[in-house]
Nanobody
Framework: QVQLVESGGGLVQAGGSLRLSCAAS????????MGWYRQAPGKQRELVAS???????NYAGSAKGRSTISRDNAKNTVNLQMNTLKPEDTAVYYC??????????WGQGTQVTVSS
């Protein structure tokens, strides 16, 4: 069974940093694009950042300049380093991976709370 497991969420003060990690496990075929989305209470899920297998990164407006996405293809992991966090970054963050023959696979989510 293929699954994604996220870690690294938590409570941080405004201006602080967090590093989210996501690992894919199970019998895996090729993993294409990986990324992070977030969903705040009462809002739609939105893209934070994504990265192709070749390492090309794409950032949503809210993350630009404050976040860095990276991946390790050998370990099937993707990380999101978030800096200068703001209270409006508070959300559940989800890892997603596009996996050959499976399609998009989502993690269970990890809570990030930024206090003012």
């Amino acid at each position: 069974q293929v699954q994604l497991v996220e870690s690294g969420g938590g409570l941080v003060q405004a201006g602080g940093s967090l590093r989210l990690s996501c690992a894919a496990s199970g019998t895996l075929f090729s993993i294409n694009t990986m990324g992070w989305y977030r969903q705040a209470p009462g809002k739609q899920r939105e893209l934070v950042a994504s990265i192709t297998r070749g390492g090309i990164a794409n950032y949503a407006g809210s993350a630009k300049g404050r976040s860095t996405i990276s991946r390790d293809n050998a370990k099937n992991t993707v990380n999101l380093q978030m800096n200068t966090l703001k209270p409006e970054d508070t959300a559940v963050y989800y890892c997603v991976a596009n996996i050959a023959t499976i399609g998009d696979l989502w993690g269970q989510g990890t809570q990030v709370t930024v206090s003012s």
